[in-house]
Structures are given as C-alpha cells and as structure tokens.
C-alpha cells in the first residue's frame, strides 16, 4: 500500500529531471516523493524515453519507416559511429524514414496538406483565426445550448473508438461529484498517424477553445494536456497558444491548465491508461466499466477527448451542428486523414467524412508504383487489398469490411511489398508496445511474431494454429491493443493467402 503522503503524480517529473533510469535515480526519485522504489523502478522501465535515456538517436522502424529504408539508415548510423536505436513508432510517417534525436534540434514538419477551405471544421491550412467566439456564445447561450449542438452535429470521437461526443459530455456533467476533469489525448502513438501533431501545430487554438468550451460545459475546475513525448517543440505550440489567450483575456480565470509529457508509451494513447500514466504509475489499462466519465482521474468523472475531436467543437457550436452533420458524406463532418507509405505526396487530407482511398490518393499525387493493399486505420486495422480502395473511409463501411477507420492512419502498399514482412513488423510493434497485464495479449503477441518468424525462416507449418491464437486475443484481452494485434497476420493471410501458403487460406 502506497504511504499517505507520497506524491506519486510527482514521479515522472522528479525522474525526468534526475536523467531518466541512471544508477542512484531510483533512491532519489524515492526519497523525494515517498512512493516505494519498486514502484518507481517498474514506472522507469515501462516508458522507453525514461528506460534508455542514452539510447542516442531514435529511428522508427514502423511500417512506413521501413517500407523507406528505416534498416539502412540504423546501420548508416551505426556504421558512422553515431549511437542509434530502432524505435517502435516517432508519429512522423510523412517523413520516412524518421529519426529523432531528443537531444538534438527540435523536429519539423513539412507534410503536404489538402487546400484550405470553408467546409472544413478544422482546415490546417487556415490562418488562424483565434477568436475564441464559439467560447463567448457559450457564455452567452449556456452549456445546455452547447450539448444540443454537439449532439446535432453528430460528432464522434476522432481517437480511434468513434464514440459520440454528446454522450460523453452529459455523463460527465449528470455526474453529482463536482470535482471534475478534462483530459486532452495529445498521446498520438498508432503507427500511421500524425494528424494530432498537425492540429497542434497549425490550429492551437482551435484546441485550447475547445478544451475551454468543455471545461465550461462541464463544470471541470482542470485540464490535462497529455502531449506525446516524442513531438519535439507541439508541447510547446499548444501552451504559448493558452498564453496568448490568457493574455488576450479570452479565458475563464477559475480553471487550471496542465501540460504533461508522455514518455514513450503507446498503450498510454489508450484513455485509461493515460488516466494512470497521469497518475504517476505505469500505463496498464483498466477494467471498464466503471468508464472514466464516472471513475476517471483520481477517481473522479472525467472527459477523455482526442484532439481533433476536441478541435472539431468551436466550427460545431460557431456553425451549428446541423451545418458539421451535413460536412460529411457517410457519417458527420469532415476528417483528417493521414496518409502515407508508397504515396507521392504523405501529408494530412481533410476530406468529408466517407470519402474513398480513390480519391484522397488523387489529392495526395497517386501511389508510388502500383497499389497493392492499405491499413485504412493505422497498425491495428490490419490490412485490405487494392480493389477495396472505392469503400467509404468512415467508421461503419470499414469495420464492415472486417477493419476500422481507427484515427485514420492509411498506409499504402504498393506491389514491391511483402505481406508477410509487412505483417511481421506490425506484429512486432504490437509485442515491443503490449503492456503486459493480460496473458492473451502478453503471450499471444509473442506467439504471433515467433510463428511469423518461423514462417518466414522456411517452417510451413508454423501458421497452422495461428486463428485459434487469434480469436483468444480477440475475445480475452483486456484493451484494444491485444483485442486488435492480429489483425495484420489474420487480415494478410485472408487477402494474399498465396504468401502465405495455400494450406492457411
Ligand atoms: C491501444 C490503444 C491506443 C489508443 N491510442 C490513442 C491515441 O493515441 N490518441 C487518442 O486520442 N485515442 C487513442 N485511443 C482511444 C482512446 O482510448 C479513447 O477512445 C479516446 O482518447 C477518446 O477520445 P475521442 O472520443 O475523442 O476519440 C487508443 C485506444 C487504444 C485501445
Ligand atoms: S490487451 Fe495488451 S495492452 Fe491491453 S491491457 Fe492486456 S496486455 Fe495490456
């Protein structure tokens, strides 16, 4: 049992400021704060920022990456003498292949962007506009006018769970405890995505009116900033935009902002595991029920949004949500979809909600060769074959289709790649990110790269009992991390069952 007077939320900070795990940092972190050193150890060895602070440069080696020579640039670097490392994920697919050194300049971002225009609820290219009007009309008109828009507007979440936003809001504020929170998911971590950062960097205030609507709508005394680790100067973007509101006067005065850094975790995307990450523990996620706008930080209701989803709310409530509704083709409003892998132009393209692959490949200069299959959704919506590039990009055609729309990471393919490589690499991210908690996932992950391995080193048979695998996954983990990690083998197997052997088709 924790002693009273530790101050748990305190360890990350006191860790990151000692130089992560370094010999005597754990007894110093402990002393400081009270919470018992196992504990801080197990914290310092789940997060990889705070694991290997000397690891030097950090090259992504997901999909994208490798797909753009991510394993020639490790061992150039290796070759030079400089210290690199291979890393699960950098959120920088339009830049493949990524590396980032924490140490050194901050990154910067040059993707390609669909033309700004008026039907869009956030339009990256935009000037900002930072008016901050949306948040005046709820003081004028009330949060019960506000939590009408959102629900006509038919929002749902961006983060990946496409959950409707109004839902969220009232249960949060139907809550009799008035202790309450807001927390901003900035923790941006499915390989393929990179749509968060750019909402960050382009449109801050888009996101910090947003998160002050909720906060007013609410009635939370504080908001939490969980902002990828790994994002260089975003942090930073997002707090010199509430400084200048601040400044402006825009804000209401009675609540606190806070900004938090990941640490390199990417199960802490996963709301609940934010929530203890934000604690101060390492990211397991939790049971649920309860969910967290009924138990969530430090036990109290919660709203947990994603950014574009809490960047959508000043066009909503400015516009009416009839007029973000009727933005979208197959479900509400415009979207951001990132896309990259063999394409000629990676970037950020918001497009009406349902729009196909076919005609965000037009936006984005066609593939580069010839397209072989997708991940509509990032790592865990596994793959789909060329021919299903007409199916609407939205929530309900994809999980149709057997995958998901996810935070709408699209990777292309083209047919210079290896299924089962490709397949490979995403199962070993999902092994390298599972936290652990729950065996189907732990062991399962494991056993889906081994038997890849296997299968690629010549054993034919090593796939035979992969589905059963599958399906406890699926069915027994805790989160979506386990529930989805097959996907990628079981979806390549079904599609291109010729590289797979014809006997597991
Ligand atoms: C393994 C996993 C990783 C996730 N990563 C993210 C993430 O990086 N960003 C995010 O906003 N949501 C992520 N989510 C979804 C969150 O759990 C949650 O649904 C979301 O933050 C809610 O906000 P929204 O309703 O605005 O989408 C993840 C979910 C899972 C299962
Ligand atoms: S499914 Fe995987 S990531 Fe999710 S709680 Fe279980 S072990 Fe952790």
Not at 58 to 70: E, F, I, N, Q, S
Not at 138 to 155: F, R
Not at 239 to 267: K, Q, S, T
Request: glycine share 12%.
């Amino acid at each position: 049992m924790l002693p009273k007077k530790a101050r748990r939320e305190e360890v990350f900070e006191q860790l990151e400021s000692a130089g992560g795990l370094q010999p005597g940092n754990v007894g110093k972190v402990h002393r400081e704060t009270g919470v018992p050193a196992a504990d801080i150890f197990g914290v310092a060895t789940f997060y990889s920022l705070l694991a290997e602070p000397d690891a030097g440069v950090r090259v992504c080696t997901g999909l994208t990456c490798k797909l753009a020579g991510a394993d020639r640039l490790l061992a150039d670097l290796e070759t030079e003498g400089t210290p690199a490392t291979s890393y699960s994920c950098l959120g920088r697919c339009d830049m493949a292949p990524a590396s980032w050194d924490p140490e050194g300049d901050p990154a910067t971002t040059e993707p390609a962007f669909s033309p700004s225009h008026p039907d869009f609820a956030i339009d990256l290219l935009a000037a900002e506009t930072d008016t901050y009007s949306a948040l005046r009309l709820v003081h004028d008109k009330g949060a019960e006018w506000a939590l009408d828009e959102v629900e006509a507007s038919g929002l749902t979440g961006r983060g990946g769970a496409g959950f409707p936003a109004h839902i969220k809001w009232r249960a949060v504020r139907g809550q009799e405890v008035t202790e309450r929170y807001i927390v901003l998911n900035a923790d941006e971590g499915e390989p393929g995505t990179f749509k968060d950062r750019e909402v960050i960097l382009r449109r801050p205030h888009l996101v910090i009116e947003g998160l002050a609507i909720a906060a007013r709508c609410l009635e939370a005394q504080d908001i939490y900033a969980y902002v990828r680790g790994e994002f260089g100067q975003v942090k930073a973007s997002l707090m010199a935009a509430l400084d200048e509101a601040r400044a402006r006067g825009e804000l209401d005065d009675d609540v606190r902002w806070h900004f938090v850094d990941g640490h390199g975790a990417y199960i802490c995307g996963e709301e609940t595991a934010l929530l203890e990450a934000l604690e101060g523990k390492r990211g397991m996620p939790r049971m649920k029920p309860p969910y967290p706008v009924e138990v969530g930080f430090r036990g109290k209701p919660t709203l947990i949004q994603n950014v574009e989803s809490i960047a959508c709310i000043p066009a909503i409530l400015e516009r009416g949500g009839e007029w973000f509704k009727q933005a979208g083709r197959t479900e509400p409003g415009s979207k951001l979809y990132c896309l990259s892998g063999h394409v000629e132009r990676p970037g950020v393209y918001e497009a009406p909600m349902g729009i196909t692959l076919r005609e965000l490949l037009e936006q984005a200069g066609g593939v580069t060769g010839t397209i072989k299959a997708f991940s509509p959704g990032g790592a865990s919506s596994g793959f789909l074959p060329a021919d299903q590039i007409d199916l609407p990009m939205d929530f309900k055609s994809l999980r149709e289709a057997g995958s998901m729309l996810g935070s709408a990471g699209v990777v292309v393919l083209n047919d210079t790649t290896d299924m089962v490589e490709a397949a490979l690499t995403q199962a070993v991210f999902f092994e390298d990110e599972s936290c652990g908690q729950c065996s189907p996932c732990r062991i399962g992950t494991q056993i889906v790269r081994q038997a890849l391995e296997r299968y690629r080193g010549g054993d034919g048979d090593a796939l035979a009992f992969i589905r059963e695998v599958a399906w406890g996954m699926r069915e027994a983990s805790i989160c979506g991390l386990g529930q989805a990690a097959s996907l990628p083998l079981t979806s390549a197997m079904k599609y291109f069952p010729q590289e797979f052997g014809d006997d597991n088709e």
